[in-house]
């Protein structure tokens, strides 16, 4: 049967919401907050944007529910992804999960400012969840208000999308919206409260299931509902695990455990700190979710991490990142331990994977340096030592990977090169020149005499090397200091970083030399700069 014609391609989009139709929900449907026990989601409807403004669409994410830019463009578009309008066939709701937050149980947290609308099931049979963020309170709003504001809605908007295109497992960003309404924030939580304006990004993936969503059930006792979830996300996203059972729990878990720490790998790769590594922001899908107080490595620094709130303990640290998801992989092993009521395969499997860790993540650093291959003989101390030289001086990581790629060997026939020849190309990776010490210099030097010869001995041309290298070091990242000078236009009404951002960020690995200022290590300015290197949970 066909659609009536005169409804748009918004209208027209087909639903199947099976998380509220599998499993229970909260039967109390007034909105305030509460503990929610035996349901898995509360219906709760986004609240109303006075004065809706589209600031921008990601037209790849648009795609992904048949939806053109035209589309995005329509008022109907801006009513919905702004919480204004639910259209048919959404029903729109708040899941209950909970989460260890720095390492401590902190029981029931859930969708506080996140309202989910519906699952699409494009034309191609994919489903993609539809999710507010920001659109008001909820039963899990705990003492918040449901709220975002404009700064780390930007945020998570460009960087969800610069991480896709990037390669990276994560979830997406259809939208951002102005709410036309003021929120008010104390920013560093230091009693300066100011009010900013409100705004809403709706995210899109195949789920936004957590580790929290299966520990809050077992934290209570809730087992069969531990097992509805559990058999639930089975069916709906890891089918080919067929019918859920002792066995196919376990596959399910080596599974989360693969993809997580395939994500840690890729994280590593492009010098990204998420900043709150909690149970309750690790997906069950191993995408990165939960953009908040993130930030990109600008100097090479495995001690950094970009909260302020983590600033003592460094908890979520860059170097930490692949440890802590581990430890949370085994807090989700101990949720799901009421299914299988044996630790040992549990174990096994998540050591299994941490061992799989290990061998990807020692491959792609060989990768990022143009080899094929990681042969632990001839590269762990490559590796090590050029872990220590990026350290030894303030380097910039991805610009130190990409300019590696263009120092040519063949420009020099010794065998033992001399760093001062290649200078020219490696310079604008280093933050202090001052720290250039003949004794640096003498260190590169040695180091690039050993990846002359590794190289040789992999015989790889330089033109193929240049190539595979610039696939896998990006170019262009979503620098902290980028991040924060379209936030500063865009609280001035001026929109256009933004969406020049999200242009340039489509091709990160493209040379696009019309836009060479981006490829830029970190101003001066940004060093110590609130939003730069510096960020709160305040969002
Ligand atoms: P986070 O660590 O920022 O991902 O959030 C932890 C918990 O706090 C989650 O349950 C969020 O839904 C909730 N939360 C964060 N910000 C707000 C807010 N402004 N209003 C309501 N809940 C929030
Ligand atoms: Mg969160």
């Not at 229970?24 to 305030?32: A, L, R, S, V």
Request: some cysteine.
């Amino acid at each position: 049967m066909n659609a009536p014609p005169q409804l748009s391609p918004l209208e027209r989009l087909r639903y199947d919401n099976r998380f509220v139709n599998d499993l229970p929900g909260d039967p109390e449907t007034g909105n305030f907050t509460r503990q929610v026990y035996g349901a898995a989601y509360s219906r709760v409807n986004p609240a109303k944007a006075s004065h809706p403004q589209l600031i921008a669409y990601s037209r790849e994410a648009a795609e992904l529910i048949d939806l053109t830019e035209q589309d995005c463009q329509t008022p109907l578009f801006i009513q919905v992804f702004a919480g204004n309008k639910m259209l048919p066939g959404m029903a729109p709701y708040a899941s209950c999960y909970g989460g260890h937050q720095f390492g401590v149980w902190a029981g029931q947290l859930g969708d506080g400012r996140a309202i989910n609308l519906g699952d699409v099931i494009n034309s191609n049979g994919e489903r993609w969840a539809l999710q507010l963020k920001g659109s008001g309170l909820t039963p899990y709003s705990r003492t918040a208000d449901g709220l975002a504001v404009l700064r780390s809605s930007v945020r998570e908007f460009l960087c969800s999308e610069a991480m896709h295109h990037l390669g990276v497992p994560t979830t997406r960003a259809l939208s951002l919206t102005l709410t036309g309404d003021q929120v008010v924030r104390d920013m560093f939580y230091n009693g300066n409260p100011k009010a900013e304006p409100g705004a809403v990004v709706c995210r899109m993936a195949p789920t936004f299931i957590r580790f929290g969503h299966f520990q809050i059930f077992s934290a209570r006792g809730e087992f069969d509902l531990l097992k509805q979830l559990t058999d639930h996300t089975i069916n709906t996203y890891f089918p080919h695990l067929g019918q859920p059972n002792k066995a196919a729990y376990l596959a399910w878990y080596a599974e989360v455990c693969r993809s997580t720490a395939e994500l840690m790998v890729q994280w590593e790769r492009v010098g990204f700190v998420h900043g709150v590594m909690n149970t309750d922001n690790m997906s069950i899908l191993g995408l990165t979710i939960d953009y908040g107080p993130y930030g990109w490595l600008d100097n090479y620094d495995p001690d950094w991490t970009p909260n302020t709130t983590d600033r003592v303990e460094h908890r979520y640290r860059f170097g930490n990142q692949p440890g802590i998801a581990f430890w949370n992989l085994a807090q989700l092993g101990n949720a799901i331990y009421p299914l299988i009521n044996d630790v040992e395969p549990l174990q096994d499997i998540l050591h299994t994977a941490w061992a799989g860790y290990e061998r990807d993540s020692r491959l792609m650093l060989s990768q990022k340096l143009g080899l094929n291959a990681y042969e632990q003989i001839l590269d762990e101390i490559l590796q090590n030592q050029l872990i220590a030289l990026l350290q030894s001086v303030e380097t910039d990581m991805t610009i130190f990977f990409r300019q590696l790629a263009e120092v040519d060997f063949t420009t020099s026939n010794r065998e033992n090169i001399s760093a001062e020849h290649f200078m020219d190309t490696l310079t604008g990776a280093f933050y202090m020149p001052d720290q250039l010490t003949s004794g640096y210099v003498e260190q590169l030097s040695a180091w690039l005499s050993s990846y002359k010869q590794r190289l040789q001995a992999e015989g790889i041309r330089q033109e193929l090397r240049r190539e595979k290298m610039h696939r896998i070091n990006p170019k262009y990242v979503l620098r902290n200091y980028l991040a924060q000078m379209a936030i500063d236009k865009a609280e001035q009404g001026d929109f256009t970083m933004i969406n020049e951002l999200l242009g340039i960020l489509r091709q990160p690995y493209a040379e696009q030399p019309e836009h060479q200022h981006y490829y830029d290590k970190r101003p001066e300015w940004a060093r110590s700069r609130p939003g730069c290197s510096m960020l709160s949970c305040s969002s």
